[in-house]
């Protein structure tokens, strides 16, 4: 390997354009420009150095992370979710970073930063104590300019400030109502809280459209299906049974999820009162596999059971993959489930893996865990 094809840009820029084209997306949208500018200088560096900096977005601190969205009747989506990184990077030089390329990106791209800014300084006005101040995701739609959403971390001045800053943040954006709901539903009862739910994302859609959305993210430490399903219960007409089955079925039978959180995302849209819109379940598929085999075959399973195209989850997978699948785990991150549509919505997270593989563990090893638990 050459260097050129070593760096960081070259490497997830080529998994980024052989992802287009497994699912057949020739509208390129800039996407590797926008690639470019997150990740500033670093997309000249070499993946064999050790990551500059131990970014949270995915396990091998790649921070660029790709997902391939399933929607009934619309076109299959790529999306990227990433952080910006400074030169010399740092907590407070990374904010810095991350505000920087969204002034930039809000002129190029005429972003509604009205609601961004009417939170904002809730969560950047210090470096954060936690992992991160700001991540940004892009979404390639066809035929549109791509859509950017905004990540905060409520842990930043704490954890134990996070359940006020959701609050807070709530409030001002008209929707106090919606926080007793999630503290209802969200939070099992009889913990202490922020022990087994934590409040983990904090997200906004940076256009302002009837359809912008803020997102609460949700992670269930050592939960059960049913724990999920409790979750899922506050989003009227979303169907709690449908989603304990899909932990169960993405997670192998799982019975409680103590390695990785299970993770839910509440959606707020405009004119939504105390209730969400929208629900989302996130099951950390690769800390529930032997391998990546296993974790592609239970989620092809997941595909056909919900009506999407296996095959093109098949060919977004191999497009991603630099290895045997059976070669290692990890590369399948999430796995999640969307309901609020007439028909849920499949998402993939697919690791770009830049940096290091986890390698497999022995089939004997999950099953013995599993078995442990009954
Ligand atoms: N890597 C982190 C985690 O697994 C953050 C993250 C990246 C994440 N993509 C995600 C969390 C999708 C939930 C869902 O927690």
């Known amino acids: ?17 052989a992802l287009s084209t497994a699912i057949e997306r020739s509208d390129d949208h800039g996407a590797g420009a926008l690639l470019a500018d997150l990740l500033g200088t670093e997309s000249d560096r070499s993946t064999t150095c050790a990551p500059p900096w131990p970014s949270d977005v995915s396990d091998d601190h790649t921070p660029v992370e790709f997902s391939v969205a399933l929607d ?7 999306r990227i979710l990433a952080e910006a990184l400074a030169a010399q990077p740092g907590l407070g030089a990374n904010m810095d970073a991350a505000r920087r ?36 995701s892009l979404v390639f739609k066809a035929e549109r ?16 400030r996070a359940a006020d ?31 087994l739910d934590r409040y983990t994302f904090f997200a906004l859609d940076l256009h302002d459209g009837p359809r912008s959305r803020v997102k609460v993210y949700v992670s269930h430490y050592d939960a059960t299906a049913a724990d999920a399903a409790r979750a899922a219960s506050a989003v009227p007409g979303v169907d709690a049974d449908e989603v304990a089955e899909f932990c169960q079925l993405a997670g192998g039978d799982t019975a409680v999820f103590g390695g990785r959180p299970l993770v839910s995302s509440y959606t707020f849209v405009e004119g939504d009162a105390d209730r969400p819109s929208g629900y989302s379940l996130y099951v950390p598929i690769r800390s529930y596999v032997a391998d990546d085999v296993e974790a592609r075959d239970r989620v092809l399973a997941l ?46 997270y697919l690791s770009s893996e830049a940096y290091l593989v986890e390698p497999p563990r022995h089939r004997d090893e999950v099953a013995r865990r599993l078995a442990l638990q009954r």
């Open 101 to 136: 390329l969204l002034a930039d990106w809000a002129q190029r791209y005429q972003l509604s930063l009205d609601r961004y800014q009417r939170v904002a300084e809730l969560f950047l006005s210090a470096p954060p104590v936690s992992q991160f101040a700001l991540w940004f």
């Open 303 to 348: 595909a056909r059971r919900y009506g999407h195209d296996a095959a093109l989850i098949d060919r977004a997978i191999d497009a991603v993959a630099r290895r045997d699948l059976a070669d290692g785990v990890g590369l399948l991150a999430h796995v999640s489930l969307r309901l609020g549509d007439d028909r849920p919505g499949l998402t993939v």
């Open 165 to 195: 800053l959701v609050a807070e943040s709530l409030d001002r954006l008209n929707l106090s109502a919606a926080y007793p709901t999630l503290r209802r539903h969200a939070m099992r009862p009889d913990a202490a809280e922020g022990d």
């Open 145 to 160: 300019r791509p859509a950017i959403k905004v990540y905060f971390d409520p842990n930043c001045r704490g954890r134990d």
């Open 1 to 17: 390997m050459n260097s050129e094809n070593s760096s960081l840009y070259a490497y997830v820029n080529g998994q980024l354009q």
């Open 72 to 78: 009934h009747g619309r076109r299959p989506t790529i």
